[in-house]
């Protein structure tokens, strides 16, 4: 559904002309009819690496659902939108996983072509494995996207990027240098609303934006992290020094290593960068010139290293603005991203407001003529007559959070369909003609670096500097 008509009417009236940004996937699907390969091109073979809960969901994606998924959604509309897929055309050939009881159920998904590979540099190196999709903890990242490079294997990894700072660089030179295709794993780039947003911006609807807020508010222990350990591991069916050569054997590190900054990148690297990658699809921020962070470990006092309140804030002055990230995982109210122009201030998430200023002069005759009023926006754009409370009771609160950010459905000609499915198709059809992502390498490298400026800025208690020329970060 698009806007409302009363909507379209106030907007048309204040906008020299229609919406007019493409979205970059729609691009490539309409060039696609006209001679390049597609989705239905020679079948790509794929390996995938970790199939811990974000590796089931991209297997899924992929169209691969384990048989547990399939029994528990078949009722629910869970399953009806995982049957409205494209199918790919791919096959898995190779899994790749540390705990013997998930490695099971990638193979179970993945079918009779599938076979396990018992470390990642195997598995990359096969000859029946085209691409490779890491779904792994942040502190293997680096290293597996640099040998599936010079491999020549193409790669779809989940961010952060990198845990380190020290490994952005030479994850971006040898990615740049074997000219592989890569995408990260930020799939709000394929959602409708943020589109919209970027034709608003475009069109200078916000007048100057000089403020940028976002936030993470989560209220559950999934949400901070404090997944299920399963009854059947221990050290007999999980490769623990693979995991971690340095300590000894811990379940809460190996399930739950968000929690700990020897394997993940706190909640800069782990869901800022959601909001930041979004804003630097929609902006083209890039990286801020400084990077001020604060907060602490206030609630969950469970032995985690990395905050659980976390605040920090970025300086651009080449574009005159300041972007503010707050995040908490002790409380579960719903703030919309907020992007503040001194005409009017637009509020992004699943949906998109936009409410004008008191004193805006782009809209001060409005205004006055009761037109518009501060209270009611004048432009909406609802991605669909949905209701947010409706997701199915199986999936929890925590994907409640991030149905409500935007991050499981979007629109694609009235379909309702997963952003993830959406991105990795992208992924699949650039490798098949040659084209570069959405979220590749240049992106990556933008928000790999922000992260870990916040965590940096954080973890040294100081404020952090971006050395544009020298391409270094500076403390």
Same mark, same amino acid.
């Given at each position: 559904?698009?806007?409302?008509?009363?909507?379209?009417?106030?907007?048309?009236?204040?906008?020299?002309?229609?919406?007019?940004?493409?979205?970059?996937?729609?691009?490539?699907?309409?060039?696609?009819?006209?001679?390049?390969?597609?989705?239905?091109?020679?079948?790509?073979?794929?390996?995938?690496?970790?199939?811990?809960?974000?590796?089931?969901?991209?297997?899924?994606?992929?169209?691969?659902?384990?048989?547990?998924?399939?029994?528990?959604?078949?009722?629910?509309?869970?399953?009806?939108?995982?049957?409205?897929?494209?199918?790919?055309?791919?096959?898995?050939?190779?899994?790749?996983?540390?705990?013997?009881?998930?490695?099971?159920?990638?193979?179970?998904?993945?079918?009779?072509?599938?076979?396990?590979?018992?470390?990642?540099?195997?598995?990359?190196?096969?000859?029946?494995?085209?691409?490779?999709?890491?779904?792994?903890?942040?502190?293997?990242?680096?290293?597996?996207?640099?040998?599936?490079?010079?491999?020549?294997?193409?790669?779809?990894?989940?961010?952060?990027?990198?845990?380190?700072?020290?490994?952005?660089?030479?994850?971006?030179?040898?990615?740049?240098?074997?000219?592989?295709?890569?995408?990260?794993?930020?799939?709000?780039?394929?959602?409708?609303?943020?589109?919209?947003?970027?034709?608003?911006?475009?069109?200078?609807?916000?007048?100057?934006?000089?403020?940028?807020?976002?936030?993470?508010?989560?209220?559950?222990?999934?949400?901070?992290?404090?997944?299920?350990?399963?009854?059947?591991?221990?050290?007999?069916?999980?490769?623990?020094?693979?995991?971690?050569?340095?300590?000894?054997?811990?379940?809460?590190?190996?399930?739950?290593?968000?929690?700990?900054?020897?394997?993940?990148?706190?909640?800069?690297?782990?869901?800022?960068?959601?909001?930041?990658?979004?804003?630097?699809?929609?902006?083209?921020?890039?990286?801020?010139?400084?990077?001020?962070?604060?907060?602490?470990?206030?609630?969950?006092?469970?032995?985690?290293?990395?905050?659980?309140?976390?605040? *920090?804030?970025? +300086? $651009? /002055?080449?574009?005159?603005?300041? =972007?503010?990230?707050?995040?908490?995982? #002790?409380?579960?109210?719903? %703030?919309?991203?907020?992007?503040?122009?001194?005409?009017?201030?637009?509020?992004?998430?699943?949906?998109?407001?936009?409410?004008?200023?008191?004193?805006?002069?782009?809209?001060?005759?409005?205004?006055?003529?009761?037109?518009?009023?501060?209270?009611? *926006?004048?432009? +909406? $754009? /609802?991605?669909?007559?949905?209701? =947010?409370?409706?997701?199915?009771?199986? #999936?929890?609160?925590?994907? %409640?959070?991030?149905?409500?950010?935007?991050?499981?459905?979007?629109?694609?000609?009235?379909?309702?369909?997963?952003?993830?499915?959406?991105?990795?198709?992208?992924?699949?059809?650039?490798?098949?003609?040659?084209?570069?992502?959405?979220?590749?390498?240049?992106?990556?490298?933008?928000?790999?670096?922000?992260?870990?400026?916040?965590?940096?800025?954080?973890?040294?208690?100081?404020?952090?500097?971006?050395?544009?020329?020298?391409?270094?970060?500076?403390?």
């Amino acid at each position: 559904m698009g806007v409302s008509r009363r909507s379209a009417i106030k907007l048309s009236s204040l906008l020299p002309f229609a919406f007019m940004v493409p979205n970059p996937l729609d691009n490539k699907l309409s060039s696609n009819e006209h001679g390049p390969r597609g989705l239905h091109a020679k079948s790509l073979r794929l390996g995938i690496i970790g199939f811990g809960i974000r590796g089931e969901q991209l297997l899924r994606a992929l169209g691969f659902p384990t048989k547990q998924w399939v029994e528990e959604n078949r009722e629910k509309e869970a399953y009806h939108d995982y049957l409205n897929q494209e199918n790919l055309n791919v096959t898995i050939t190779g899994v790749c996983d540390l705990f013997d009881v998930r490695a099971s159920k990638a193979l179970e998904a993945s079918g009779v072509s599938a076979r396990r590979f018992g470390n990642y540099k195997e598995l990359i190196s096969a000859q029946d494995v085209d691409a490779v999709i890491i779904a792994t903890p942040d502190h293997m990242h680096a290293p597996m996207i640099i040998e599936a490079a010079r491999n020549g294997k193409d790669v779809y990894v989940e961010k952060c990027l990198t845990h380190r700072l020290e490994e952005v660089e030479e994850v971006y030179q040898v990615v740049k240098t074997n000219e592989i295709t890569f995408q990260l794993g930020h799939q709000l780039r394929q959602k409708d609303t943020y589109h919209k947003a970027k034709d608003i911006l475009y069109l200078d609807v916000l007048g100057k934006v000089s403020l940028i807020q976002s936030s993470t508010n989560r209220n559950t222990p999934d949400g901070a992290w404090i997944y299920d350990i399963p009854l059947e591991a221990n050290e007999s069916n999980i490769d623990w020094a693979q995991f971690d050569s340095k300590n000894e054997f811990d379940l809460d590190r190996f399930f739950r290593w968000r929690k700990y900054w020897d394997y993940g990148t706190g909640l800069a690297g782990d869901l800022f960068t959601h909001e930041y990658d979004s804003l630097n699809a929609i902006m083209e921020l890039g990286i801020p010139h400084s990077a001020m962070a604060s907060g602490g470990i206030y609630y969950y006092q469970d032995g985690r290293e990395v905050p659980d309140v976390f605040q *920090a804030s970025f +300086e $651009y /002055p080449k574009f005159g603005l300041t =972007l503010l990230y707050s995040a908490t995982l #002790s409380n579960d109210a719903t %703030r919309e991203t907020m992007v503040m122009g001194s005409d009017a201030t637009m509020y992004l998430g699943n949906n998109i407001k936009i409410f004008p200023c008191r004193n805006s002069k782009k809209y001060a005759n409005k205004l006055a003529s009761g037109i518009m009023n501060t209270e009611s *926006a004048f432009y +909406e $754009y /609802p991605t669909k007559n949905e209701n =947010l409370d409706s997701v199915d009771a199986v #999936s929890g609160a925590t994907s %409640r959070y991030f149905q409500k950010k935007g991050m499981m459905s979007t629109y694609r000609n009235g379909r309702k369909l997963d952003p993830t499915h959406l991105h990795i198709m992208e992924w699949l059809l650039c490798i098949r003609n040659g084209w570069d992502t959405s979220c590749n390498i240049e992106a990556a490298y933008q928000e790999a670096i922000v992260a870990h400026m916040a965590t940096i800025s954080y973890r040294k208690g100081k404020k952090v500097v971006w050395d544009e020329t020298k391409k270094r970060v500076k403390w």
